[in-house]
């Protein structure tokens, strides 16, 4: 199932699936479905059956045709140099080798360029926290080379770019910080009933700082719409075990309580829509800062 899902948030799905309707008819995907399978919507296990998501691949032609795939997917895992929080660490690299051409600098970057294509290929892209420490770790290493030809340029080149980075870090880390504060400030009115966060739509280092968890924050209960879903360390997953996991209750008279993000709740409607032939409706909301608790039922339509 992993590969599958893998292509699926790669866009290969895009590329192809929704291109062939009647590939999607056959083996009873929506658009929205798939949508919601790259929105990190998995608890719906008929969504993911890997036979299933695998025959409507394979029959469209990513599966098949390995070449379009390896290539594609390894493609997607190099472009990660080309992040604009990592890419400046890539200029002065590239300057070194301008300016000293070596046979070990040059190998070293190319294994590290093939590490990110391997990655990609395999429908895992290093994020921007994996990329960078290989390629701090490049640059770091230039300076153990004796002096280039031209050396002012390149020491120009690189404080440049640590002075312009340095200072882009800072500020990201600045706001970050604060949103995050703002964030834990709000916890304190989080309900006590179980609150299920939709993938990205709360970043989880705000509920739990690295050193100190605050008491009333392990009081709180979350139920994780994402690849944790069906976990057995996850609270999410006694509640699937015992029935009354996200899907059951979404359809209780009582609802659900939700964080996520306005075009997740969108798709969370057209699944509604299209599965249950039911409305999604918003019956509470409660503003808490940067994110809004919601509580949402599929009921049938006025």
């Not at 030809?149 to 770019?161: N, S």
Request: hydrophobic share 45%; proline share 6%.
């Amino acid at each position: 199932m992993g590969g599958n899902l893998g292509q699926i948030l790669l866009w290969i799905a895009d590329e192809r699936l929704m291109r062939q309707p009647d590939v999607m008819s056959q083996f009873q995907y929506s658009i929205n479905d798939l949508r919601l399978l790259k929105s990190w919507f998995f608890v719906d296990r008929s969504l993911v059956d890997p036979v299933r998501l695998g025959g409507a691949l394979k029959d469209v032609g990513p599966l098949s045709d390995g070449v379009y795939t390896f290539g594609y997917l390894g493609y997607t895992g190099v472009r990660a140099v080309l992040d604009s929080h990592v890419f400046p660490l890539v200029i002065p690299v590239g300057v070194f080798l301008f300016l000293r051409p070596n046979r070990r600098y040059a190998l070293a970057c190319l294994l590290c360029l093939f590490a990110f294509f391997l990655l990609g290929a395999w429908g895992r892209p290093a994020p921007v926290r994996v990329a960078f420490a290989p390629l701090a770790l490049l640059l770091l290493t230039t300076l153990t080379f004796p002096r280039p030809r031209f050396h002012p340029v390149y020491y120009a080149v690189l404080c440049a770019t640590a002075l312009a980075h340095g200072a882009h870090i800072a500020q990201a880390s600045r706001d970050y910080q604060a949103l995050l504060s703002q964030i834990r400030g709000q916890l304190c009115s989080f309900p006590r009933e179980v609150v299920t966060i939709w993938a990205d739509s709360l970043p989880s280092e705000a509920i739990y700082p690295v050193f100190k968890v605050p008491h009333e924050v392990r009081q709180l209960k979350f139920y994780t719409l994402g690849e944790q879903a069906y976990m057995p360390f996850s609270n999410s997953y006694p509640l699937e075990k015992s029935g009354r996991g996200f899907l059951t209750r979404l359809r209780s008279p009582e609802g659900v309580l939700l964080v996520a993000r306005n075009e997740y709740v969108e798709l969370l409607r057209g699944y509604c829509q299209e599965h249950w032939g039911l409305e999604l409706r918003e019956m509470a909301s409660q503003e808490c800062g940067v994110f809004k608790i919601r509580r949402m039922r599929c009921a049938v339509s006025d």
